[in-house]
């Protein structure tokens, strides 16, 4: 089955880290691009990084440009979100999408920043 | 910073015809997807590439494109089809991007 499963969320101050990872299965990881998405609670999709399928081409979206950090391991089948300087308002839903049109998201995992 | 315009909401009987639009500059050179979400669940992929269907995705659904809009359009629209639709692209110099979201209410 092909599966993408988020992990690492959790509540953080405002100022800290936290690491997210996604463990990819079922497919070969490494010939895909990948993408980390978001959503507030209530608010709508908010797309964040982009890596290519060697890790040699990444994009971020503005607001998180300097602070997160998109990496992957292709020998792990793993993709990960380094997250930095943390605001409230990075409090969000964070997915983790495989990039063939967005056709297979992870469930989700939840990142609370807050004091 | 690119974006993509889609109306907040849009409502529509059981039966009719749903349109939801999308407008953005790099449209005409850039794919559109739509995607469905139900509350509390992940998004699911309904069309890429402007007008394909997935797999397992029914033909009610499809989508069309003219300049710099393009339309998702739901068929016989049933009351398990209420949920919201995003549409998404790239900006021409990489980055991804996504609609707003336009909340669909079956009357």
């Known amino acids: 089955e092909v599966q993408l499963v988020e992990s690492g969320g959790g509540l953080v101050q405002p100022g800290g880290s936290l690491r997210l990872s996604c463990a990819a299965s079922g497919f070969t990881f490494s010939t895909y691009e990948m993408n980390w998405v978001r959503q507030a609670p209530g608010k709508g999709l908010e797309w964040v990084s982009y890596?290519?399928?060697?890790?040699?081409?990444?994009y971020y979206a503005d607001s998180v440009k300097g602070r997160f950090t998109i990496s992957r391991d292709n020998a792990k089948n793993s993709l990960y979100l380094q997250m930095n300087s943390l605001r409230v308002e990075d409090t969000a839903f964070y997915y983790c999408?495989?990039?063939?049109?967005?056709?297979?998201w992870g469930q989700g995992t939840m990142v609370t920043v807050s004091s | 910073s690119y974006e993509l315009t889609q109306p907040p909401s849009v409502s529509v009987s059981p039966g009719q015809t749903a349109r939801i639009t999308c407008s953005g500059d790099?449209?005409?050179?850039?794919?559109a997807y739509w995607y469905q979400q139900r509350p509390g669940q992940a998004p699911v992929l309904l069309i890429y590439?402007?007008?394909e269907r997935p797999s397992g995705i029914p033909e009610r659904f499809s989508g069309s494109t003219s300049g710099t809009t393009v339309t998702l359009a739901i068929s016989g629209v049933q009351a398990e089809d209420e949920a919201d639709y995003y549409c998404q692209s790239a900006d021409s110099s990489g980055p991804r991007v996504f609609g707003g979201g336009t909340k669909l209410t079956v009357l």
């Open positions: 999408a495989r990039e063939n049109g967005f056709d297979i």
């Open positions: 590439k402007d007008s």
């Open positions: 790099a449209l005409p050179k850039q794919y």
């Open positions: 890596i290519s399928s060697s890790g040699s081409i990444i």
